[in-house]
T-cell receptor
Framework: AQKITQTQPGMFVQEKEAVTLDCTYD???????LFWYKQPSSGEMIFLIY??????QNATEGRYSLNFQKARKSANLVISASQLGDSAMYFC????????????FGKGNQVVVIP | KAGVTQTPRYLIKTRGQQVTLSCSPI?????VSWYQQTPGQGLQFLFE???????NKGNFPGRFSGRQFSNSRSEMNVSTLELGDSALYLC???????????????FGPGTRLTVT
């Protein structure tokens, strides 16, 4: 069964604008972690941000923030002040700590930042 | 601190051959995971090693195997290669823990394997 859902089509974003990438997940595990990764055309996966299921506050890392809505099983990534270097594929991932304890990825969102 | 390194970066093999990929984790990281990425299937978990023991395994046939050495370096082996094994193979390391929770994974640049 699909654990992580990312359904947005490719997105074009104006430089310096904010962009929100949607991610919904499915789990019955009470303890889990949510991750966002960036994959530029070079192929390397770059860790961006982490949110634990028990964390009370939304995670933030520089220009990245995670809008965590636990009841809705939603973990959207917000990138503020987009830069040309933000053009990449973005993957949402989840790890269930009491379940199979492996990192499961969504299909990804393509973001292109235009000047 | 040096990142995760993977060798080789590119590889071309023929059907039926076998291949070994190598991954050196970030210094101090004890957990190494392997993933296969293809356009059709996306990112799929292969296996995870922690302190030389396979701690978790994905749904791949037995042709895919791995191991981890005492210095945390890991190798992945694919025997009897098939055309469908063509993919980007990514290795990730993390601090890990006995319970396996929490720590973010840092990925290497990947090995792009082409099977002809």
């Amino acid at each position: 069964a699909q654990k992580i859902t990312q359904t947005q089509p490719g997105m074009f974003v104006q430089e310096k604008e904010a962009v929100t990438l949607d991610c919904t997940y499915d789990t019955s595990d009470p303890s889990y972690g949510l991750f966002w990764y960036k994959q530029p055309s070079s192929g390397e996966m770059i860790f961006l941000i982490y949110q634990g299921s028990y964390d009370q506050q939304n995670a933030t890392e520089g220009r990245y923030s995670l809008n965590f809505q636990k009841a809705r099983k939603s973990a959207n990534l917000v990138i503020s002040a987009s830069q040309l270097g933000d053009s990449a594929m973005y993957f949402c991932a989840m790890r269930e700590y009491y379940g199979n304890n492996r990192l499961a990825f969504g299909k990804g969102n393509q973001v292109v930042v235009i000047p | 601190k040096a990142g995760v390194t993977q060798t080789p970066r590119y590889l071309i093999k023929t059907r039926g051959q076998q291949v070994t990929l190598s991954c050196s984790p970030i210094s101090g990281h004890r957990s190494v995971s392997w993933y296969q990425q293809t356009p059709g299937q996306g990112l799929q978990f292969l296996f995870e090693y922690f302190s030389e023991t396979q701690r978790n395994k994905g749904n791949f046939p037995g042709r895919f195997s791995g191991r981890q050495f005492s210095n945390s370096r890991s190798e992945m082996n694919v025997s009897t290669l098939e055309l469908g094994d063509s993919a980007l193979y990514l290795c990730a390391s993390s601090l890990g823990s006995a319970s396996g929770g929490g720590y973010e994974q840092y990925f290497g640049p990947g090995t792009r394997l082409t099977v002809t």
